[in-house]
């Protein structure tokens, strides 16, 4: 191949097709090279929930942009974005004490919240347990995906109307730096060229760079989830957080009140083991997706993370769904786990090699949320523009 790109993206998840998409605005050439058919990882494999009322200051000003992004393409074309708000639902006083700090904290940050009643929430949220619910938090800007088709669709969108190449079932297997460029090589022996390079494979970076990868702080998280059969004549707005959540979600950690209440929680208990929060999103269908758990390793020992489903967590979410929402059926028609990366120490795994490739991955639960502003951003710095 004698033609060269401006940019070339190995992995075409989400976090790696945002960096095709800015540098695409910004006029340049840009091909992703993806190993798969399609993307299988983390992208797909999530509730599909944009929400940046769960995050820390600087990526809820990361997330707030993703909105704006997502909801430009989906005014161009449809990639399954819905505008339906997301809610935290409160169990207790101490819970809706958090809600009620957050609430005041997104004022000052001009993000638009509205602190629900108890009765509000029932009204809204059909089959939401009375003894259950205290109150709620309301954030209407944010939006929900359908994972499994939407990257797809924003693959669709960004080849017809922006000019990526999107090159799928191409395994790349080293890159290096020539002639002042980057060239990937593929399994093949194909070389594709370019002047700068991202590689956003996830934890599949390994595979070029091993070193790097065993050496990083990275830690790579499995989430078990559930999809119910459809719902009959039943519907559930938007992303549905609860009390776990609320405990969890670091947007709260800057809440006055959050130290000293997660400072009582029993730290043997099922939920901290095993990370979990219980998370409702109704799929177009009609199915809800409950979750999820979170079970870590360092990176080099992903493995250690095993292949297998443990029913004794699915159990115990639905279980915990059970108390809070009154589905018309709790049967399982899917179970699945994903895994993503994340860093122990940084919000995020940025490594240079020489000056025109670059690693980046480790985004954790962050990616679906923040990977379309954080990457307009990075482009800009990795370009200088």
Not at 54 to 64: E, I, S
Not at 118 to 141: A, H, I, N, R
Not at 261 to 273: G, M, W
């Amino acid at each position: 191949m004698d033609k060269k790109y401006d940019l070339i993206v190995i992995g075409g998840g989400v976090l790696g097709t945002f960096h095709a998409y800015h540098a695409l605005q910004k006029g340049m050439s840009v091909a992703i090279l993806e190993k798969n058919s399609k993307p299988e990882g983390a992208t797909v494999r999530n509730f599909g929930q944009v929400v940046p009322s769960g995050m820390d200051r600087k990526w809820q000003n990361f997330g707030k942009e993703s909105l704006k992004i997502y909801k430009d393409i989906q005014s161009q074309f449809d990639i399954s974005i819905r505008q339906n708000g997301t809610v935290y639902l409160a169990s207790n006083e101490e819970e809706m004490q958090l809600i009620e700090e957050l609430h005041q904290i997104n004022s000052s940050n001009d993000y638009e919240s509205h602190l629900l009643t108890k009765e509000q929430c029932l009204v809204k949220y059909s089959g939401l347990l009375s003894d259950y619910c205290t109150g709620g938090l309301f954030f209407p800007q944010e939006v929900t995906v359908e994972p499994a088709t939407m990257i797809h669709k924003l693959h669709q969108f960004m080849t017809a109307n922006l000019g990526l190449d999107l090159v799928m079932t191409t395994t790349v297997v080293n890159t290096e730096s020539r002639n002042g460029g980057v060239v990937a090589t593929t399994s093949t022996g194909k070389e594709y060229k370019a002047s700068k390079m991202i590689i956003c494979n996830g934890s599949d970076f390994k595979i070029l760079y091993p070193e790097i990868y065993n050496n990083s702080d990275l830690v790579v998280s499995k989430l078990q989830m559930l999809q119910t059969k459809p719902q009959h004549n039943y519907k559930l707005e938007g992303s549905i957080l609860t009390g776990l959540t609320i405990r969890r979600y670091e947007s709260f950690e800057e809440c006055k009140s959050y130290a000293a209440i997660k400072s009582k929680e029993n730290q043997d208990s099922f939920e901290k083991k095993y990370g979990v929060h219980i998370l409702f999103k109704q799929a177009l269908d009609g199915s809800v997706i409950l979750g999820d758990s979170h079970e870590y390793a360092l990176a080099k020992d992903i493995d250690s993370l095993g292949f297998d489903l443990n029913m004794d967590i699915d159990n115990f979410m639905i279980e915990e769904a059970k108390k809070i929402i009154d589905l018309p059926t709790y049967e399982i028609q899917n179970r699945w786990f994903g895994l993503y990366s994340q860093c122990k120490t940084k919000d995020i795994f940025e490594h240079t090699i020489g000056e025109n490739i670059h690693i980046i991955t480790g985004i954790g639960g962050k990616g679906m949320t923040g990977s379309a502003g954080f990457a307009k951003h990075n482009i800009d710095k990795i370009f200088n523009v």
